[in-house]
């Protein structure tokens, strides 16, 4: 089991790239906590899952916008599974509007979400990680085609911060990677299998194995044969 008795935090797992992703963790070991709304059906069945795997599951509210809300979820995290070791961030399905047609205001939003979000919930973990004095996992994981506009500025964004974060990091001990799947048949699948390609990635870098990967970009998917690792 590459994460056995790891505390896992998976944000936006109810996205379908974030149920597969929480739900091989936990095949490999890991109690998993996930951040979304725990009235939803999409939440009920990866706890369910998480649970048949004979691992603690848990389902953390709040947002991850401010770093004093941040701060607060990854608290939560820990006293309901007594630490914390990897942070998965699962990038939200931004507008498909094109850059000439997208209104400032949506543009604003989707930054909100997609970059700022990012930074506040990295830099959350971190300071728990950092505290934890035996540092860590942060993996950014974009399901998304890097089309034109949103996605491909918040890509962009998320790269940049995980590489800075990465060198910023090291002497710490918490590794920051990210991992794109580039397979458009995963984009508005529920179907966990269309994530295969993702999820081994994202285990792997979540585990010990990856203790030397730090600042990197994993791209996997239907156009990659190879998975390609650029620095």
Not at 68 to 97: M, T, W, Y
Not at 119 to 135: K, P
Request: hydrophobic fraction near 50%; include cysteine.
């Amino acid at each position: 089991m590459l994460l056995k008795d790891k505390v896992v935090l998976v944000i936006n797992a109810e996205l379908p790239a974030g149920k597969a992703i929480a739900i091989d963790c936990a095949r490999h070991g890991a109690h998993v906590a996930i951040n979304a709304d725990p009235m939803t059906r999409q939440a009920a069945e990866i706890l369910s899952a998480i649970a048949a795997l004979g691992r603690r599951g848990y389902c953390v509210e709040g947002q991850v916008l401010e770093a004093s809300s941040a701060q607060a979820l990854f608290a939560d995290v820990v006293q309901a599974l007594g630490r914390f070791d990897v942070l998965i961030s699962c990038a939200p399905a931004a507008p498909s509007r094109d850059f000439l047609s997208s209104p400032v205001d949506a543009f604003q939003r989707a930054v909100k979400v997609g970059v700022t979000g990012i930074y506040a919930a990295l830099q959350g973990a971190a300071r728990q990680m950092v505290a934890q004095g035996s540092g860590g996992a942060i993996i950014a994981v974009n399901a998304e085609p890097p089309g034109p506009a949103f996605n491909a500025i918040a890509y962009a964004e998320t790269q940049d911060l995980m590489q800075m974060w990465a060198d910023t990091l090291r002497k710490d001990e918490v590794r920051c990677n990210m991992v794109r799947l580039d397979a458009p048949r995963a984009k508005a699948s529920a179907d966990l299998t269309a994530f295969e390609e993702l999820t081994g990635p994202v285990v792997f870098l979540a585990s010990d194995l990856a203790r030397n990967v730090s600042g990197t970009t994993i791209r996997v998917g239907d156009p990659a044969p190879l998975a390609m690792v650029t620095a």
